[in-house]
C-alpha cells in the first residue's frame, strides 16, 4: 500500500447505495483546506459528475467527501482527494471502490 492510499484501503459499495466517506488527515498533515476530490473508473475517466453531488467540506482534520452513487457493479473507482495544509503544501490521498450488485 502506497503511504498516499487511507489506512482503511478498497472499499466495497452496492450500487444502490449512496455513501459519505469521511477522511481524517492526521497522518499527514493538520487543519486542510481547499479540499477537491475526483472520481475514476479504472479506465481513468473522471466519471466526478456522474457519480457525486453536493459539496466537499474540511474542519479539524477531517475532510467530508461529496456522497458517492449510481455506481456501475463490476466497476472499480479511484477516489482522489487533494487538500492544501498550513504550509499551502499539496497534498493527496486515494482510495479505491469496487461496486458490487
Known amino acids: 500500500m502506497s ?3 487511507v ?6 459499495q452496492g450500487e444502490d447505495e449512496i455513501i ?7 497522518n499527514w498533515a493538520s487543519d486542510p483546506t481547499t479540499p477537491s476530490m475526483v472520481v475514476k473508473d479504472k479506465a ?5 459528475s456522474t457519480v ?3 459539496s466537499i467540506t474540511a474542519s479539524d482534520d477531517v475532510i467530508t467527501l461529496k ?3 449510481l455506481l456501475v457493479p ?10 492544501t495544509c498550513g ?12 461496486c458490487e450488485a
Request: aromatic share 14%; proline share 4%.
Open 67 to 69: 456522497p458517492i452513487k
Open 20 to 26: 459519505t466517506y469521511t477522511i481524517t488527515t492526521t
Open 52 to 54: 457525486t453531488s453536493g
Open 44 to 48: 481513468g475517466t473522471d466519471v466526478s
Open 3 to 5: 503511504n498516499r492510499e
Open 87 to 98: 504550509s499551502g503544501a499539496p497534498w493527496e490521498c486515494y482510495f479505491w471502490i469496487d
Open 7 to 12: 489506512t482503511e484501503g478498497r472499499q466495497t
Open 74 to 83: 463490476g466497476e472499480s473507482y479511484k477516489v482522489e482527494v487533494q487538500f
